[in-house]
C-alpha cells in the first residue's frame, strides 16, 4: 500500500495561506480551503495497483468509444475515476480495484450524459434510463455506446462479484 501526501504542500510546493486568511478570501483555492478546515484523522492511503487500474481504465473507455469525444476524456482526466477508486479502496487486490475505476468512470460518464441530455428536456432522459433498466434487469442487448458499456461492466461484476 502507498503513502500518499495528505497535505497539499506535500504533493506540490507553494506558499502556505494562513487560516484565517484562506477562510475570508473569497479567490483562494479550495485546497487552501481543505488544508484549512480538513483534520485527516488517518493517513490517505492508495491502491498499490492503481497504475494498472487507470491502464485499465483508459484502454475500456476508449475500447468501448466513450472518450472519442474530447470532452469527455478531459473529464476523465480531471476527475481521475481509477486514482479516487484507488483511495477509496486501499487493501482490495488488483481485479477489484479495476472494476471499482470502471464503475466510477462509468458513473462519471453516464451523470455528464444525463446532464447534457436532461437540459434538453426531461423527456429526453427517458431513453438513456430505460436503456439502463433494460441492460441491468432484463438483460436486453444495449442501443449505444453507454449501454454497451454497462453491459460489459455488469458481466464482469457478475462474473468476478458473485457468488
Excluded at 43 to 71: I, K, Q
Amino acid at each position: 500500500m502507498t503513502e500518499v501526501a495528505t497535505r497539499q504542500e506535500e504533493r506540490v510546493p507553494r506558499q502556505a495561506v494562513p487560516a484565517a486568511e484562506a477562510l475570508s478570501d473569497p479567490a483562494a483555492s479550495l485546497n487552501d480551503l481543505i488544508d484549512a478546515r480538513l483534520h485527516m484523522p488517518y493517513a490517505l492511503r492508495s491502491n498499490p495497483h492503481e497504475a494498472e487500474a487507470v491502464a485499465a481504465t483508459d484502454d475500456w473507455l476508449d475500447d468501448r468509444g466513450l472518450t472519442v469525444d474530447p470532452d469527455v476524456a478531459d473529464m476523465i482526466v480531471r476527475t481521475r475515476p481509477a486514482q479516487l477508486a484507488s483511495y477509496t479502496t486501499p487493501d482490495v487486490d488488483a481485479d477489484i480495484l479495476r472494476l471499482v475505476a470502471l464503475q466510477i468512470a462509468y458513473q462519471f460518464v453516464f451523470d455528464d450524459r444525463a446532464e447534457e441530455v436532461g437540459e434538453q428536456g426531461p423527456d429526453r432522459l427517458l431513453p438513456m434510463l430505460c436503456e439502463s433498466i433494460a441492460v441491468l434487469r432484463e438483460g436486453r442487448p444495449p442501443t449505444t455506446p453507454l449501454g454497451a458499456a454497462l453491459t460489459d461492466l455488469h458481466r464482469q461484476v457478475r462474473r468476478r462479484c458473485t457468488p
